[in-house]
């Protein structure tokens, strides 16, 4: 099925700017339908959860439909659907939580791959207990994260092993489901990172193999939330800090402080939107869902190997990372200009990229750009088309060294 990308466009307001938005990896726009749903949530009027007052029950409802939504995104269960802030937010809260089991016999396994937010609350963890950390390392002239290594890394004394669904920076996709299955067969837990996977095609976390999986709505076309998706069994076993008064309910006891709920209402909402991109998906929301989203796959990865093509075939650019599976997010470099000069040219021609390391500190040390400005990263979304890449590719090829193709 192919994707009606005119129709789609058209429901987001801020596409009006004329800007080719490259920087979907970073945070993408939202549609009409995800502002309505915030604006109507307050014209609504809202009130705190747990009251005896009309106000107060459709934030609840607000609330289970969040719940209900995300759960259908990501194949989870509503009651394992915690939800907060920001994937880093939540992170740092697991990782306090999980790691009061661990002690200093135990392991941790990250990532070089990983964005920085599935590495260091980890590895902070693990220093306040003694536990020892053991990294997967990524192949420099790839970008793979090789899941055989796995083998050797974990072992019984792994507590946990925390692994990206796919790369931020150069999109790669590692054997996420060969990782957890390690994992699982010797007692660790895996935190998967979705936050980069989530928008850009079907996700399983059943099939995956992840005990917990995060992911941030912002990135897929919603209001800046984060959620962690868990089993609700798992949850029951894990006792963050909270407040007394505070529900001891899962998912609520991970939950600190009130919600918000008008954006919680434009989350459901962009679930919705994901839903509706293949107007012929039918069934229930999930089924829709993954027709959707598969539709949305094969649109980008068309896209993405346009760009591609194009930024290869430039003599004066360099690529990162030639994974066989990668999300449709790459990162390069031009000879002899920084990537932040390189971001500015784009501007002024229209177009919104990325430079800098992204995050994905670890994974930038490995391909020795870190310390030089990173590179510049360009991904595509469900909303780009080819006059988005096209222009890229334009603005690029403009900044080729005289004498250089
Ligand atoms: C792969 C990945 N993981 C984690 C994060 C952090 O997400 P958040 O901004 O929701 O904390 C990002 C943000 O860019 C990301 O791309």
Redesign the pocket.
Known sequence: MTLDVARIRASYPALADGYAYLDG???TQVPGSVIEAISNAYVGGLGNVGGAFPASERSGRIVVSCRQAIADLVGGEPSGVILGP????L?YRLAETLSRSWGNDSEVVVSRL??D??VRPWVQAAARVGATVRWGEVDPATGELGSAQYEELISERTKLVAV?A???LIGTRPDVAAICKKAHQLGALCYV?G??ATPHGPVDVVALGADFY?T?A??WSGP?I?AVVASPELLEGLHPDKLRPSSDGVPERFERGTLPFADLAGTAAAVDHLASLEPAATGSRRERLVTSMSAVEAHEMALFEMLLSGLVAMGHVTTYGKAPLRAPTTCFNLAGRRPVEVARHLAERGVNVWNGD???YELAGVLEIRDSGGAVRAGVVHYNNEADVSRLLEAVAELAAPGVA
């Open positions: 990896a970073a945070g920001n994937m880093t937010t992170t990983d964005h937010a599935n990206t796919a790369s931020n990172d936050v980069h995060a941030s912002y990135k800046h984060g992204n995050y994905a």
